[in-house]
């Protein structure tokens, strides 16, 4: 269960990492790349690559026609007896989850693994109301227990060793749990068998809405998801509006990306295909079928051209696997559901600059995640246009760096803008540095440089680079021992 | 203005869009040209090993034999209760007496979802299959009750070759009527403690899947 933060403060989030988070979450992805890159393989690189480029395709057009699909959605799921609901942000769509589960009396409720429900903290919401709801995802249920949130987005409890979670079992539920993952699982299937028995709604997210038919697609391997979807007699989804897809060939495409990038697996255990409620009671299933459509800062993120493409994510989580900072960080530094490059560019534009400005530049801009991406999102260049927006501001957000900052980017832009300028400060740098020189070093700067001299000198700037260059060849310098 | 009309105002608004916008459609390049099928042989074959390497068992029955690999399987997961699709194949091929011959107690598919949780077994038919993926497709409606294929302890599939689809979009286009479908690739498992994979978490725990005939 996460909470909305009010301020994610990157590097203090970061000097709490456990000592050994690093170590687990570094096993997990690797594992988790090992088997992407064998089922990848049998794809041959060629057709991968056609289907990264179909899925982006894909993904782009629909977002480019999001409002004619959205309305084709909203009137399919409707034909097929299930209740549309619109919400703007979290709080909308908890209150709506909330007057559902009240007008039906619902005394438990249990939980599909989603995004979504995180990001809103729709389990917080529900229990404030006085209705319980309970994780069933093995993951999701361990960080319940534990009180976190998820660290992963496809593998919540990545940070915690069987050691941990056997002590955890132990602890809130009373039993005798030994560090053994079928144990602990078996614990698991035992207590959680009664309460998809006995729960009285069913709470999902969403992979993919089919625009064409109103169908909802949940792709799971627990089969936690089909008991949630199954067995109670109320079934309420909340998905965000980016996860609207036209049509079956859609689909089809990007169900062959989405499980061999997310675990490597060329299918999940589990895909469920539900075109509202139940129409015979002998089939079996939910008597009501909701669609919460939730907003909370979507349609702001498809006002820029180039940030939109945010909105493509399938939420297969492999960005996350490759990246160096989430490897040697974790999830939780990140301070939000969403964690890794993911978390770098969508909570920062959910949550705005003055919550999440740190996140964009918790990035080493290096590039993996969006060569891996299965519906090739260029991250890096989305987190450089944030960095841009926390700097200088734009038309959707204004800027949040400290004074100091702001005005050194816009004396940089004018420097580097104009090359007059540029020569000028070039030539003008040897006597502003000469009463700070000493042989050929700076060792104390003025602040707020002097940050930087305070762990090591700087090199005194030279003369013009090319002057430099030349000189540096005629008196037959590195180039000429080359040779 | 309502939180609907809100949401698509704003969409239509960050897109330059509106309500009579035309819809571009969608280009060719977003499409991948279907996977070619083999012929039924080596598809089933194929169908059969993906399914095996993800810790199903599979078997090609004949359907004499199959009296006798029932009472076999009964026996190795010590089933006692058992519950079953009510379709025209699956009574056909006598699966419901010949359990009961072996001791097996059967129950409704449309008893009470405790009853449901109890049985052992649950028997159903495949509507669809995928070899590449080792994927099972499976239709629900009056005779073939979602809860058979998840709340009992082992699955039995029994498919025939009629079933297999080279590639997914051959069988989308064919449900898409259909209110409610699964997708079953092997049987139930977990990566979730230190990523050791963990089969039958609150499916099943064994998949089965046989082919008669």
Redesign the interface.
């Known amino acids: 269960m996460s909470e909305v933060p009010a301020h994610i403060d990157f590097r203090a989030n970061v000097q709490r990492v456990p000592p050994h988070t690093p170590v687990?979450v570094r096993?997990?992805t690797s594992?988790?790349l090992d088997t992407r890159q064998a089922v990848v393989e049998v794809v041959s690189d060629e057709?991968w690559q056609?289907?990264r480029?179909?899925g982006h395709?894909?993904r782009l057009?629909t977002?480019?026609?999001?409002?004619?699909y959205?309305?084709r959605l909203?009137e399919k799921v409707r034909d097929?007896g299930g209740i549309v609901?619109?919400?703007?942000d979290a709080a909308?769509a908890n209150r709506i989850v909330v007057e559902i589960a009240r007008a039906h009396h619902v005394t438990r409720a249990v939980k599909v693994k989603s995004m979504a429900t995180e990001e809103i903290g729709l389990n917080h919401a529900l229990q404030a109301n006085g209705i319980p709801v309970l994780e069933?995802?093995?993951?999701e249920f361990?960080i319940q227990l534990a009180g976190v949130g998820p660290s992963h987005i496809i593998?919540?409890?990545?940070h915690l060793?069987?050691e941990d979670?056997a002590a955890l079992f132990t602890q809130k539920l009373g039993v005798d749990a030994p560090p053994d993952?079928?144990e602990?699982?078996a614990i698991?299937?035992a207590r959680?068998?009664e309460e998809?028995?006995a729960a009285d709604l069913g709470i999902s997210g969403a992979n993919f809405l089919v625009a064409?038919?109103g169908t909802l697609v949940i792709v799971t391997?627990?089969?936690?998801g089909?008991?949630c979807t199954?067995?109670p007699p109320l079934h309420i989804a909340i998905v965000g509006?980016d996860k609207v897809v036209?049509?079956?060939?859609?689909?089809?495409?990007l169900?062959?990306l989405l499980p061999r990038s997310a675990?490597g697996?060329?299918?999940?255990?589990?895909?469920?295909?539900?075109?509202?409620p139940?129409?015979?009671t002998?089939?079996?299933?939910p008597q009501e079928f909701h669609l919460v459509?939730l907003?909370n800062g979507r349609?702001?993120i498809?006002?820029d051209q180039v940030t939109r493409e945010t909105l493509l994510c399938i939420r297969c989580g492999v960005c996350l696997n490759v990246c160096p900072v989430y490897n040697h960080v974790g999830g939780h530094a990140y301070g939000f559901a969403y964690s890794g490059p993911l978390g770098a560019m969508l909570s920062t534009q959910l949550l705005g600059l003055n919550t999440a400005a740190d996140l964009p530049f918790a990035s080493s801009l290096c590039g993996a995640c969006a060569e891996y991406c299965p519906v090739k999102i260029p991250i890096p260049e989305i987190l450089l246009r944030l960095r841009r927006r926390a700097v200088e501001g734009d038309q959707i957000e204004r800027a949040v760096a400290p004074a100091a900052i702001q005005t050194g980017a816009k004396l940089g832009a004018l420097t580097f803008g104009i090359p007059w300028v540029y020569e000028f400060g070039t030539q003008m740098l040897k006597y502003v540095q000469a009463p700070l020189q000493r042989n050929g070093w700076l060792p104390h700067l003025p602040p707020p440089a002097h940050r930087w001299t305070m762990a090591r000198p700087f090199p005194a700037f030279g003369a013009h680079f090319r002057a430099w260059f030349r000189k540096r060849k005629d008196e037959g310098g590195r180039m000429k021992d080359e040779e | 203005m309502?939180?609907?009309e809100?949401?698509?105002a704003?969409?239509?608004?960050?897109?330059h869009?509106k309500n009579d916008?035309p819809?571009?459609p969608?280009?060719a390049?977003?499409?991948?040209a279907?996977r070619v099928a083999g012929n039924t042989d080596t598809e089933m074959e194929m169908l059969f090993s993906?399914i095996s390497k993800?810790g199903g068992i599979t078997g090609r029955i004949k359907k004499s034999g199959l009296k006798i690999a029932l009472e076999k399987l009964v026996k190795e997961q010590k089933v006692k209760k058992a519950t079953l699709w009510q379709t025209a194949e699956l009574a056909a091929l006598g699966i419901a007496p010949a359990l009961t011959e072996s001791g097996v107690q059967i129950v409704s598919p449309?008893a009470d979802?405790?009853e449901i949780?109890e049985c052992d077994l649950g028997v159903t038919g495949v509507d669809y299959a995928?070899p590449?993926?080792?994927?099972l497709m499976l239709r629900?409606?009056?005779?073939?009750?979602?809860?058979v294929s998840?709340l009992p302890r082992v699955h039995l599939a029994i498919i025939s070759a009629a079933a297999l689809r080279a590639?997914?979009?051959s069988a989308?286009?064919e449900v898409?009527g259909?209110?409610?479908?699964?997708?079953?690739?092997?049987?139930?498992?977990?990566?979730?403690?230190?990523?050791?994979v963990?089969l039958?978490?609150?499916?099943?725990k064994a998949l089965y899947v046989w082919s008669v005939g």
């Open positions: 687990s096993k997990a594992k988790f057709r056609a289907l480029q179909a395709e894909i057009h977002l480019a026609h999001l409002d004619h959205l309305a909203e097929a609901h619109w919400a703007r909308d069933t995802d093995l993951g361990i593998a919540p409890a990545v060793t069987k979670i993952p079928l602990l699982c698991a299937r959680l068998r998809f028995l064409e038919t391997n627990e089969g936690n089909r008991m199954t067995l509006i036209p049509n079956w060939e859609a689909v089809n495409v169900l062959k675990t697996q060329k299918m999940s255990a589990y895909t469920s295909f539900i075109t509202g139940r129409r015979s002998e089939e079996g299933g459509l907003d349609t702001r498809l006002k | 309502n939180a609907r809100q949401i698509l704003d969409v239509q608004s960050a897109l869009r916008s819809v571009a969608i280009p390049s977003a499409r991948v279907p993906e993800l449309y979802k405790r949780a995928f590449e993926t080792g994927t629900s409606s009056p005779v073939k009750p979602r809860a998840l590639d997914l979009s989308f286009a898409r259909s209110n409610y479908w699964i997708f079953i690739t092997g049987p139930s498992r977990t990566a979730d403690i230190e990523l050791t963990t039958g978490v609150h499916g099943p």
